[in-house]
């Protein structure tokens, strides 16, 4: 199930190969992986979903996020794909909590307002009250 975050961001849990052709119908340009291959026994690899976007004709970016967290080079990464996208990304993991966190975090670091990164997460179904702290330091003084 895809969840808009805003106009430029949707996440998702995990697709399949046979989701891209929709995800494209839908009018994304760009697709976010942000989990590692085999996190899951049966899911599809990163390889796969990146063959079948580049034959839709969307851009595909891999910034996968493990158990171990988020770090700045995640951030950044994040917030250069969403930056040279073309149109809408849409960005997933295995349940899309990650995808929408690491948006958070890295809109936060590039200063967008935390009240309004909560917002926009609560509106599309997630709670980012786990990372307030995060976002808040990342935005800095305001």
Same mark, same amino acid.
């Given at each position: 199930?895809?969840?808009?975050?805003?106009?430029?961001?949707?996440?998702?849990?995990?697709?399949?190969?046979?989701?891209?052709?929709?995800?494209?119908?839908?009018?994304?340009?760009?697709?976010?992986?942000?989990?590692?291959?085999?996190?899951?026994?049966?899911?599809?690899?990163?390889?796969?979903?990146? $063959?079948? =976007? %580049?034959? #839709? +004709?969307?851009?595909?970016?891999? /910034?996968?996020?493990?158990?171990?967290?988020?770090?700045? &080079?995640?951030?950044?990464?994040?917030?250069?794909?969403?930056?040279?996208?073309?149109?809408?990304?849409?960005?997933?993991?295995?349940?899309?909590?990650?995808?929408?966190?690491?948006?958070?975090?890295?809109?936060?670091?590039?200063?967008?307002?935390?009240?309004?990164?909560? $917002?926009? =997460? %609560?509106? #599309? +179904?997630?709670?980012?009250?786990? /990372?307030?702290?995060?976002?808040?330091?990342?935005?800095? &003084?305001?």
């Amino acid at each position: 199930m895809i969840r808009t975050v805003n106009d430029s961001l949707s996440v998702a849990p995990q697709i399949t190969v046979a989701d891209v052709a929709t995800i494209a119908a839908a009018g994304f340009k760009t697709i976010v992986n942000n989990r590692p291959d085999d996190e899951e026994s049966g899911q599809p690899s990163g390889a796969e979903i990146q $063959a079948a =976007a %580049e034959a #839709a +004709g969307l851009a595909y970016v891999a /910034i996968p996020v493990t158990h171990a967290g988020f770090s700045h &080079p995640q951030l950044d990464a994040m917030a250069e794909a969403l930056v040279e996208a073309k149109g809408p990304v849409l960005a997933y993991c295995r349940s899309g909590t990650r995808s929408c966190n690491l948006w958070a975090l890295a809109a936060a670091k590039s200063g967008r307002n935390p009240d309004l990164l909560v $917002a926009q =997460a %609560e509106g #599309a +179904g997630y709670d980012l009250s786990t /990372i307030r702290t995060m976002l808040d330091a990342l935005a800095g &003084p305001r």
